[in-house]
């Protein structure tokens, strides 16, 4: 007599790939270098099919040296600390996991690696209702007490869950190492403003040395302002000083005779 085998033999194991996206996934563009607080978008999926599903669990990020790493998201998928990422949000099939996040780094080295354990379970049969995770501790544990009998996942060989591991890395710089947003937006300025007709370029140096001759001329122009109006002063000065004396007739009381 022949005995069944389990569901999961009968079907491939699906592919699975972790990404690490900049800006909108849609655009499809790969994180490789950035800077911090960029807008990244971890991606982790398994091939399109109608049998397995997956949830993220255990994800951590290093230094690459070996010496300093941070742990991500617990074995129940929640995250440890939503500061620095937040959870995972899943697609209806349960095929795509994915969390948005800002870059950051270690202060001994520019580059990260991500990893994060992705634990298989069966679609069919409730296998994936814990996909994804609650992660209220109250709700949690209501939950896992009415599902100790349910199927949680996929079972390997050796009768432990089926776990893919996943890695992907990237270089986050400092600010000052990467080209700036209003750099960024200062070229696009000036590609617009050499296609406008009406508009003049100028150089910042330029800029600069212009804005400096002006304030040099308005300096010497005050100067001279005041030494014209000390000078009229002056000469008021000693021009009310001599009328003061010898106006009027010369007259000495002293030597005054009537007749």
Same mark, same amino acid.
């Given at each position: ?27 499809? &563009?790969?994180?490789? *270098? ?26 951590? +990020? ?27 949000? %899943? ?12 870059? &950051? ?18 679609? &069919? ?10 992660? *209220? ?34 270089? +986050? *710089? ?53 030494? +014209? ?5 002056? &000469?008021?000065? +000693? ?6 004396? %010898?106006?009027?007739?010369?007259? *000495?009381?002293? %030597?005054?005779?009537?007749?």
């Amino acid at each position: 007599m022949l005995q069944s085998l389990p569901l999961q033999a009968t079907a491939p194991m699906p592919g699975c790939t972790m990404k690490i996206f900049s800006g909108d996934p849609t655009q499809h &563009h790969v994180a490789e *270098n950035v800077k911090i607080g960029d807008p990244l978008t971890l991606v982790i999926s398994i091939d399109k099919q109608e049998m397995f599903g997956l949830r993220i669990s255990d994800c951590l +990020v290093r230094d690459g040296l070996g010496s300093s790493e941070q742990w991500l998201i617990n074995e129940e998928g929640c995250p440890i600390d939503s500061e620095i990422m937040g959870q995972f949000t %899943y697609s209806d099939d349960k095929t795509e996991a994915r969390v948005n996040f800002q870059a &950051h780094k270690f202060p001994s080295t520019a580059s990260v690696y991500y990893q994060c354990n992705v634990r298989l379970c069966i679609k &069919h049969g409730r296998g994936c209702s814990n996909t994804p995770p609650l992660c *209220n501790s109250i709700v949690r544990r209501r939950r896992d007490a009415a599902d100790d009998d349910e199927v949680k996942g996929v079972e390997g060989l050796d009768g432990t869950p089926a776990t893919i591991e996943v890695y992907s890395g990237l270089y +986050v *710089n400092e600010a000052s190492d990467v080209g700036s947003k209003s750099d960024f937006s200062e070229d696009v300025f000036k590609e617009r403003a050499i296609d406008d007709p009406n508009t003049i370029c100028i150089s910042q140096r330029s800029f600069a040395i212009g804005i400096a001759i002006a304030g040099l001329i308005l300096m010497l122009a005050v100067v001279a302002a005041i030494l +014209v109006l000390l000078a009229k002063r002056r &000469h008021k000065s +000693v021009s009310t000083t001599g009328s003061s004396i %010898y106006s009027g007739p010369y007259t *000495n009381t002293a %030597y005054s005779h009537s007749s």
